[in-house]
Nanobody
């Protein structure tokens, strides 16, 4: 199983980025997908999740209204559109898969490598 995140980079505050996570070796359409992030010196934290069919989404309060998670089951890919970025959004962002309830952040057991997002002030 592989989860390949991409799309990170350096952006100014107020800008936007779109992260992608392409998967292989996974029954993608049967898995909830999530995005997590880890800033230097902090614990990894939940960002957003989407149900297996894309019909339901869930966000951390810190990103609600600014970030949008979506998925394309035909392409086995999940996305994270990040708008109105803030310096505190700076972190390594990880995608992950769960065969359980999409809102249970502890159920994500399949992880990809991260992509670095840096937001300058």
């Amino acid at each position: 199983v592989q989860l390949q995140a991409s799309g990170g980079g350096l952006v100014q505050a107020g800008g936007f980025l779109r992260l992608s996570c392409a998967t292989s070796g996974l029954t993608f359409s049967r898995n909830a997908m999530g995005w997590f992030r880890q800033a230097p010196g902090t614990e990894r934290e939940f960002v957003a999740a989407v149900s297996w069919d894309g019909g339901s989404t869930y966000y951390a309060d810190s990103v609600k209204g600014r970030f949008t998670i979506s998925r394309d089951n035909a392409k086995n890919t999940v996305y994270l559109q990040m708008n109105s970025l803030k310096p505190e959004d700076t972190a390594v962002y990880y995608c992950a898969a769960s065969s359980h309830y999409y809102r249970d952040s502890t159920s994500y057991t399949t992880w990809g490598q991260g992509t670095l997002v840096t937001v300058s002030s």
